[in-house]
C-alpha cells in the first residue's frame, strides 16, 4: 500500500500570508495526487488534480507542484474563507486509494 | 446539479450489520465509478470501496474486506453499502463520492454526498 504523509499536521496563519503544505508518498506515484478541502461538518471539496491542474472554480490562490513522491500545496494569499482542513489524496494506485493525514489551518 | 444524497445511518451494536444508500441524480450514474470514503469522529479520510461504472469489478480496503460490500443499481441511479460484522472502530460519517472523469482510471472525486453517521455502541 502506497501511505500519504502531511506535513505539517496543523498550522497557524494569517490573512494574506503564503501557506504552504507538504505531502510525501511512500513510493513514487507519478503526479497522480489530489488536494481536498474540508470545513467542519462538511464533505470535501477537490481543488486540485494530476498534482497541479486547478478543478474549475477554485481560485488561482490555490496552487500546487511537486514530482515523484514530493508534492505541495501552495495558498498564496490566505482568505478568511480558507481556514479549513487540507488533504492529499494519491490515485496512482487506483482503485487502491490513501490520503493523507490531514493539514488544519487555523487563525493565528 | 449533481447530487449524492446518502442515508441508511444510524446505531447498532457491535457485531450487526446495516446498509448504507446513496441516491444519486445531475449526472449519467451509469458512467462513473463511485466510492465510499469514511471519516471517523475528528479523523481523516479513509478510502472505503470502490465499484466500477458497470458493476463489473469492485475493490475494498483492508480494514472491510470479507465484511462490507458494495453495489449499485444503475437502473435506480442508487450506490449501496452492506455493512456487515460492524466494529467499534467501524464508526464514522460515511460519504458516496463520484469519481471526476467517466470510465476513467483515475479516481478522485469532484463531487461528494453530505455523509450519513454510523455508530457503532452497546
Known amino acids: 500500500d502506497i501511505q500519504m504523509t502531511q506535513s505539517p499536521s496543523s498550522l497557524s496563519a494569517s490573512v494574506g500570508d503564503r501557506v504552504t503544505i507538504t505531502c510525501r508518498a511512500s513510493?513514487?506515484?507519478?503526479?497522480?495526487l489530489a488536494w481536498y478541502q474540508q470545513k467542519p461538518g462538511k464533505a470535501p471539496k477537490l481543488l486540485l488534480y494530476?498534482?497541479?491542474r486547478l478543478e474549475s472554480g477554485v481560485p488561482s490562490r490555490f496552487s500546487g507542484s511537486g514530482s515523484g513522491t514530493d508534492y505541495t500545496l501552495t495558498i498564496s494569499s490566505l482568505q478568511p474563507e480558507d481556514f479549513a482542513t487540507y488533504y492529499c489524496?494519491?490515485?496512482?494506485?487506483?482503485?487502491?486509494?490513501?490520503f493523507g493525514g490531514g493539514t488544519k489551518v487555523e487563525i493565528k | 446539479q449533481v447530487q449524492l444524497v446518502e442515508s441508511g445511518g444510524g446505531v447498532v451494536q457491535p457485531g450487526g450489520s446495516l446498509r448504507l444508500s446513496c441516491a444519486a441524480s445531475?449526472?449519467?450514474?451509469?458512467?462513473?465509478?463511485m466510492h465510499w470514503v469514511r471519516q471517523a469522529p475528528g479523523k481523516g479520510l479513509e478510502w472505503v470501496a470502490f465499484?466500477?461504472?458497470?458493476?463489473?469489478?469492485?475493490y475494498y480496503a483492508d480494514s472491510v474486506k470479507g465484511r462490507f460490500t458494495i453495489s449499485r443499481d444503475n437502473s435506480k441511479n442508487t450506490l449501496y453499502l452492506q455493512m456487515n460484522s460492524l466494529r467499534a472502530e467501524d464508526t464514522a460519517v460515511y460519504y458516496c463520492?463520484?469519481?471526476?472523469?467517466?470510465?476513467?482510471?483515475?479516481?478522485?472525486?469532484?463531487?461528494w454526498g453530505q455523509g450519513t453517521l454510523v455508530t457503532v455502541s452497546s
Open positions: 463520492a463520484k469519481d471526476r472523469v467517466d470510465r476513467g482510471y483515475d479516481s478522485y472525486f469532484d463531487y
Open positions: 445531475g449526472f449519467t450514474f451509469s458512467s462513473y465509478g
Open positions: 465499484i466500477r461504472y458497470d458493476g463489473s469489478n469492485k
Open positions: 513510493q513514487g506515484i507519478s503526479n497522480s
Open positions: 494530476a498534482a497541479s
Open positions: 489524496q494519491q490515485y496512482y494506485s487506483t482503485p487502491l486509494l490513501t
